[in-house]
């Protein structure tokens, strides 16, 4: 997959290539490449910042009649791990990150929390090279449909709360979660946690802190609980 490919896609053109290309430098990548001295961490730390500064001033410009609480707690859901995978999905965005062989024979390109983070540093790269209104144009592009979509729905409201009435509601069961997975070093954790009703297993969620992972979880539960 050429680079040419990915900024047609997401509609913007490097000016500085090489940052789009670190964007997308996992860190595995350096395990086979010695040659490379940086992956894309610190642009992920940048672009998480970013993420979480747009999505606020869109959130409070958007929907004035939202408290505080509901605010919050749809920032979450748009910029949870699940959420930016999926999205970062749309337009093929797995293909383009360089990996370990070892890490893409494990399913690397498909990895949510991966996806994820990447979907972060590409944020964090068009910052740098096209400042803030490029990233806004960007942001509104993939994340605005979102947004507007998850603000219709209850869930939003807090994905832990509202699985929680729905599994006591229908199941007569209050839902309990699990870390099923923890990778990554310490200043980069990812964790997998998954929600159960008893001792079945409803749904798994990914994020780089335990409560991100437990949202996720409850998301996905929140869906598949009839």
Known sequence: MSLSQLQKKINYQFKDESLLKLAL???????????????????????????????????FTLFPDFNEGSLTNLRSLLVCTNNLAE???????????FLSHGEEAHGGRQNHSLLADTFESLCGAIFLDGGQKALDLFLDKF?????????????YKDPKSVFQEIAQAKRGVTPHYQTLKESGPDHHKSFEVGVFLGQNLIAKGQGNSKQKAESDAATKAASLIV
């Open 25 to 59: 430098t996992h860190r595995s990548f350096l395990n086979e490449n010695k040659q490379l001295s940086e992956n894309n961490e610190r642009l992920e730390f940048l672009g998480d910042a970013l993420l979480e500064s747009w999505s606020s001033q869109k959130l």
């Open 87 to 97: 999205i970062g999905a749309t337009f093929n965005l797995g293909d383009y990150i």
């Open 143 to 155: 994340l605005l449909q979102s947004l507007m979509i998850l603000s219709k729905k209850e869930i």
